[in-house]
């Protein structure tokens, strides 16, 4: 079944801009986890967040966590060209502890 | 270099024919997972294990077999492949399972005629 369901679809912008993309889930959860995926290519983790943070840092990349709206954000401040993929979150559903749950994935299109 | 590895990169088939895509991890990991990828649908597992020996079904596991016999391998085996396993396939490992991030192979495009 799909625990996490990314928001939007795909989102175009230009190079410099913020891009904003959100993730919504079903169940509670331990962790929840963002991924990048450029085309064609294996899938590299970004970042972690554990259900009882609610905000994460790293570089240029900014991740909230609301889990009493079951949901997520992944911040990309001054995107670049090279940013451009698709991106997921995964979540380790709190009851079994033993696998991920993958979203759908927003594409992100980054343009000069 | 830490890395997992699989093969065959691509593999076009026909139904039927047993066929096997092989998975080495060189980080000493527990666990290790399989999923698939088909558009729209985003990853679904198909298995995992947590240790050798150890294995369970994920999400998709029809028409799939998986073993754990050392910890570095962890193929994937399609008895009787049909049209609706073509899919693009990872494999991913890691020391745990939420906590920990997971690392994955470059994939596996299977297309079955």
């Known amino acids: 079944s799909q625990q996490g369901e990314e928001d939007p679809q795909a989102l175009s912008i230009q190079e410099g801009e913020n891009a904003t993309m959100n993730c919504s889930y079903k169940t509670s959860i331990n962790n929840l986890q963002w991924y990048r995926q450029n085309s064609g290519r294996g899938l590299v983790h970004l970042i972690l967040i554990r259900s009882n943070e609610r905000e994460k840092h790293s570089g240029r990349l900014r991740v909230t966590l609301d889990t009493s709206k079951k949901s997520s954000s992944l911040l990309i401040t001054a995107s670049r060209a090279a940013d451009t993929a698709s991106y997921f979150c995964?979540?380790?559903?709190?009851?079994?502890?033993?696998?991920?749950?993958f979203g759908t994935g927003t594409r992100l299109q980054v343009t000069l | 270099e830490a890395q997992v590895t699989q093969n065959p990169r691509y593999l076009i088939t026909v139904t039927g024919k047993k066929l096997t895509v092989t998975c080495s991890q060189n980080?000493?990991?527990?666990?290790m997972s399989w999923y698939r990828q088909d558009p729209g649908l985003g990853l679904r597992q198909i298995y995992y294990s947590m240790n050798v020996e150890v294995t369970d079904k994920g999400d998709v596991p029809e028409g799939y077999k998986v073993s754990r016999k050392e910890k570095r391998n962890f193929p994937l085996i399609l008895e009787s492949p049909s049209p609706n396993q073509t899919s693009l396939y990872f494999c991913a490992s890691s020391s745990g399972t939420g906590v920990m991030p997971q690392h994955f192979g470059d994939g596996t495009r299977l297309s079955i005629l």
């Open positions: 995964a979540t380790d559903d709190a009851g079994t502890a033993s696998k991920l749950t």
């Open positions: 980080m000493n990991h527990e666990y």
